[in-house]
Nanobody
Framework: QLLLVESGGGLVPPGGSLRLSCAASEFTEDYYAIGWFRQAPGKEREGVSCISASGGSTNYADSVKGRFTISRDSAKNTVYLQMNSLKPEDTAVYFC???????????????????????WGQGTQVTVSS
């Protein structure tokens, strides 16, 4: 059973930066696509950014393009989400999730279908406020 643990959340003023980490319990490159999702109070969970199992494809929500960058460090079994120029509307609980390549191709980096993601972390709170 793949386990995912997020870290790096916190309180940051508008315009600030944070780097979220998603540490996996086992090697994920070529086996799992990894996605970052977020849920703000009273809103549905939404996809933020995803990276393919191969690492060669990435996908970003329009609201974070140009500000967030997803990357993976296979040696550390960790996927990062670098968040810059943060806005109050980025405030949410951020989750990472993994999709097995039995259900998603190795080059696919979709965040649109959350049902593809079978493994979820517990989430980390990001609050953007002055």
């Amino acid at each position: 059973q793949l386990l995912l643990v997020e870290s790096g959340g916190g309180l940051v003023p508008p315009g600030g930066s944070l780097r979220l980490s998603c540490a996996a319990s086992e090697f994920t490159e070529d086996y799992y696509a990894i996605g970052w999702f977020r849920q703000a109070p009273g809103k549905e969970r939404e996809g933020v950014s995803c990276i393919s199992a191969s690492g060669g494809s990435t996908n970003y929500a329009d609201s974070v393009k140009g500000r967030f960058t997803i990357s993976r460090d296979s040696a550390k079994n960790t996927v990062y989400l670098q968040m810059n120029s943060l806005k109050p509307e980025d405030t949410a609980v951020y989750f990472c999730a993994a999709a097995d390549t039995l259900t998603i191709s190795t080059v696919q980096a979709t965040c649109d279908d959350q049902s593809l993601y079978d493994y979820w972390g517990q989430g980390t709170q990001v609050t953007v406020s002055s």
